[in-house]
């Protein structure tokens, strides 16, 4: 069995940095790509940012520049690391991650909230 956990959410003020965690644990063989993904009250879920296994970055618009996506392959963790941080990235913050086990699937974490505010 995988688990996702994330850690890292909270409150922040505008302008301010927030570094995400979600570690992949269980029966794994390998990971393949992981990512960020948030939803926003009364919004769809959307793609924040991925990272391959190799290290090739993906950002949404809304973020590059502000955000960092990050992988440390031997601990089966992702990081984003959150710069600049606006109001309208207040959301909940959901981890992904393509897993190879006796299958390859996809896995999601918990969610963690951030919420960005004065």
């Known amino acids: 069995q995988v688990q996702l956990v994330e850690s890292g959410g909270g409150l922040v003020q505008p302008g301010g940095s927030l570094r995400l965690s979600c570690a992949a644990s269980?029966?794994?063989?390998?990971?393949?790509?992981m990512g960020w993904y948030r939803q926003a009250p009364g919004k769809q879920r959307e793609l924040v940012a991925t990272?391959?296994?190799?290290?090739?970055?993906y950002y949404a618009d809304s973020v590059k520049g502000r955000f960092t996506i990050s992988r440390d392959n031997a601990k089966n963790t992702v990081y984003l690391q959150m710069n600049s941080l606006k109001s309208e990235d207040t959301a909940v913050y959901y981890c992904?991650?393509?897993?190879?086990?006796?299958?390859?699937?996809?896995?999601w974490g918990q969610g963690t909230q951030v919420t960005v505010s004065s």
């Open positions: 992904y991650a393509q897993i190879q086990t006796y299958t390859r699937g996809d896995y």
């Open positions: 269980g029966s794994i063989f390998s990971i393949y790509d």
């Open positions: 990272v391959t296994h190799g290290g090739r970055t």
